[in-house]
């Protein structure tokens, strides 16, 4: 069954440093989101992205993050000067929908890649 | 702005039995969609139920079942014949119809342990 994958799992970085999370969603799917979980928080929105460019953004996702699809398959969240409170485990995911009738609503999710800022 | 409410940090229950877990979320909206998605240990999150607001009936799905009460904005969930696969964290979560541009807003989750 198709799955949305995330690269790395984990990964410790110091404050200040840039961060490359990535992602290979599932083939098909038009759609493309990062969502952010805090250790402990609910699980929040950061960014969508369609036809190559961003469609909504959180008041989260700043100017230190950026998102891009460099080829065909891959998603990458950037995030430019680590700070200590994007310690999180963020969430890659797609969907398919495209607004028709029958629209399902579902996203599908990767594991997740925790981020450690020391 | 949309919320979404889980009063119920963490739940157990015996192999077997039937557990409810709460919802109630906030939202001026009159079309949306609602959702119980599941995360087991170190694996990702994946769909469990979902329903739609303009439907009236229940959704149900094997031994997933939701109560939705939609003047009331609580949207519950029931697990029957509780397995030890459903142990979880399991997360309430809202979006409104957006041309396929799905931004979850969920809650906080009720961490579910099915004790053998």
């Known amino acids: 069954e198709p799955e949305v994958t995330q690269t790395p799992s984990h990964q410790v970085t110091q404050m200040g440093q840039e961060v490359i999370l990535r992602c290979v969603p599932i083939s098909n799917h038009l759609y493309f989101y990062w969502y952010r979980q805090i250790l402990g928080q609910k699980v929040e929105f950061l960014v969508s992205?369609?036809?190559?460019?961003?469609?909504?953004k959180s008041e989260i996702f700043d100017d230190q993050f950026s998102v891009e699809r460099p080829d065909g398959s891959n998603f990458t969240l950037k995030i430019r000067s680590t700070k200590l409170e994007d310690s999180a485990m963020y969430f890659c995911?797609?969907?398919?929908?495209?607004?028709?009738?029958?629209?399902?609503?579902?996203?599908?999710f990767g594991e997740g890649s925790r981020l450690t800022v020391l | 702005a949309q919320t979404v409410t889980q009063s119920q940090p963490e739940m157990s229950v015996q192999e077997a039995e039937t557990v409810t877990l709460s919802c109630t979320y906030d939202?001026?909206?009159?079309?949306?969609?609602l959702f119980w998605y599941k995360q087991p240990p170190s694996r990702q999150m994946i769909l469990v139920i979902r329903?739609?607001?303009?439907?009236?009936q229940n959704a149900t799905e094997n031994r997933f079942s939701v109560n939705f009460q939609k003047a009331a904005k609580s949207f519950s969930l029931k697990i029957s014949d509780s397995q030890l696969g459903d142990t979880a964290m399991y997360f309430c979560a809202f979006n409104t119809p957006n041309f396929g541009n799905e931004k979850l807003t969920f809650g906080t989750g009720t961490r579910l342990t099915i004790i053998p």
């Open positions: 992205f369609y036809n190559n460019e961003i469609s909504e």
């Open positions: 939202t001026s909206e009159s079309n949306y969609y």
């Open positions: 995911a797609s969907s398919d929908a495209g607004g028709a009738v029958g629209n399902t609503g579902e996203l599908f």
């Open positions: 329903q739609e607001a303009y439907k009236q």
